[in-house]
């Protein structure tokens, strides 16, 4: 699979001396004489937006997202209220520009072609996961017009409903399941997650398509329990062979965002070794159950100026107060130096590198949403939510082995982190903090997912804990925000935007977006 990228970036070497190359003709000859940029390879395109389905710029995920979630802290101490510059618009901004618009660009210029039916309906699935994270953090979004202004001028997008988004959405994964076809030529050598695979892309549509029923299913019953039926039927993830991973090469560049074959996330903690710390909140929750994972994802950094390793012990890992000034102790700014070293930071061997893979969607998160749907009688099941739920752990510690040998954890110790921590709950409301518990452990670096989750099942109740606005109002909300704000530019310059607010509501983290019902 390595290989593969490689020779993505070969071929991104290639395109840009290409380019260069040739400045000294007139464009039209430059557009007739570089075939490959009027008429681009698809086995080039496809590579290019799965690297690139991560969004490698890490403000929006870093700064915002993970602190939201209590998984990171960072000196900047953002309030979860109050939205400096255009920050939570990074992320809209390099999903329109970079993976969005060349799925877009896929699929049509292959729609019309009989022999490349399995790259259309790959795009079309790749879209609607591109789509289902943009509109789950902003609420309405371009997605009808969104990525076209290279095909047909439409710079000004027209801004659509959330519940209309979700159910193209819905239809767009039913098509493209049904239109994969064996028979017709696959992707094998560029297809860097599934290898071309349409089983595993089947597969991946239809958990995707549970996530999406589930998440709808406050907003709209009838239609979320349907859709998961659905999936339920046209086959999930069976095991973690099935999940949708994008691997990733030990290269960056030395400025705000890495290269696209590399993994942005951890940019935070390897070019900021002093300002990002893992937070007490998850930290705790892993140390108090003797979990495993706790080795695996945490670190004592020995350097404030590299990132370098300390002590991966479990026993002495601490993490800092997410929103450090609304908790018992003073904000992470104020530390003195020296102790910042006592703070643990995420695993440069593991999650922390450049080249460590990143999981999109797998079968873990599959089954505890199994679990919650058994839970809350949406599906009726021969197999019980306890099944699910501990099938769920110990997959989600089985694919931490793709980090390398520090990653893996054996079958014994998941199942005496299972005799320690039972699934014995006395009522649903601990059934369900428990299973999104896990969803919560699991997600961690997917930090997308684990704010749509925190936000859509109510779990875990991090939140509670925190000091109340009215005793500190200068200082961090002690509420979860419940989207993030729409980039300033596109404020100033798409009128179409307001019609969106006004539907929606005012552009503030506090705003509900449709499927997020109380």
């Given at each position: 699979m390595k290989t593969n990228i490689k020779k993505y970036s070969i071929y991104l070497i290639t395109l840009l001396s290409a380019t260069f190359s040739s400045c000294d003709k007139g464009f039209d000859d430059i557009n007739k004489s570089v075939d490959f940029v009027s008429t681009p390879n698809l086995d080039y395109m496809l590579p290019d937006i799965e690297l690139t389905m991560l969004d490698n710029t890490y403000y929006t995920l870093g700064d915002f997202v993970a602190p939201f979630v209590m998984h990171v802290t960072n000196r900047k101490a953002y309030s979860a209220l109050i939205v400096p510059g255009g920050y939570h618009g990074y992320h809209f901004e390099w999903t329109y520009g970079n993976p969005l618009v060349g799925v877009v660009d896929l699929i049509e210029r292959s729609k019309n072609d009989p022999t490349k039916v399995n790259y259309y309906n790959i795009g079309r699935i790749i879209k609607v996961y591109l789509a289902h994270q943009l509109t789950d953090l902003y609420g309405d979004i371009p997605y009808f017009e969104g990525g076209r202004g290279y095909l047909d001028r439409t710079f000004t997008p027209t801004y659509d409903p959330q519940e209309k988004i979700y159910q193209d959405m819905f239809k767009e994964l039913e098509e493209a399941i049904a239109g994969l076809d064996d028979t017709k030529p696959r992707p094998v050598q560029s297809d860097i997650v599934y290898n071309g695979v349409n089983l595993k892309w089947k597969k991946f549509a239809n958990s995707l398509m549970l996530r999406l029923g589930l998440r709808i299913?406050?907003?709209?019953?009838v239609n979320g329990k349907k859709w998961i039926d659905k999936a339920i039927a046209g086959g999930l993830m069976t095991s973690n062979d099935d999940n949708f991973i994008v691997k990733y090469l030990p290269n960056s560049s030395t400025g705000g965002t890495t290269n696209p074959t590399s993994n942005g996330q951890a940019h935070i903690f390897i070019r900021y070794p002093d300002n990002y710390r893992l937070t007490s909140q998850f930290i705790n929750v892993l140390k108090d159950r003797s979990d495993p994972r706790l080795s695996v994802y945490a670190m004592l950094p020995a350097s404030r100026t590299v990132y370098t390793p300390g002590s991966k012990n479990p026993a002495v890992q601490k993490g800092w107060p997410a929103f450090g000034d609304r908790a018992e102790e003073a904000p992470y700014a104020s530390i003195p130096s020296a102790n910042r070293l006592n703070y643990s930071v995420s695993n440069n061997t593991t999650f922390g590198r450049y080249d460590a893979p990143y999981i999109h969607l797998s079968y873990a998160q599959v089954q505890f949403q199994l679990a919650e749907c058994v839970v809350r009688g949406i599906?009726?099941?021969?197999?019980?939510?306890?099944?699910?739920?501990?099938?769920?752990?110990?997959?989600?510690?089985?694919?931490?082995k793709i980090y390398g040998a520090e990653g893996v954890i054996s079958g014994t110790q998941a199942t005496a982190y299972l005799t320690l921590n039972p699934y014995n709950p006395t009522s649903t409301e601990e059934a369900l903090n428990l299973i999104n518990t896990q969803y919560w452990i699991e997600t961690h670096y997917n930090w997308y997912e684990t704010f749509a989750n925190m936000r859509r099942s109510g779990y875990p109740k991090l939140y509670e804990a925190l000091a109340p606005v009215s005793l500190q109002p200068s200082n961090l909300g002690a509420i979860l925000p419940r989207r993030l704000t729409y980039q300033p530019d596109e404020v100033a310059t798409n009128p179409k935007l307001q019609e969106a607010l006004q539907r929606q509501g005012p552009d503030l983290t506090t705003t509900r977006m449709w499927w997020d019902k109380p």
């Open positions: 299913m406050k907003a709209d019953a599906i009726t099941s021969s197999t019980s939510a306890k099944t699910y739920y501990e099938t769920g752990v110990r997959m989600a510690m089985d694919q931490l």
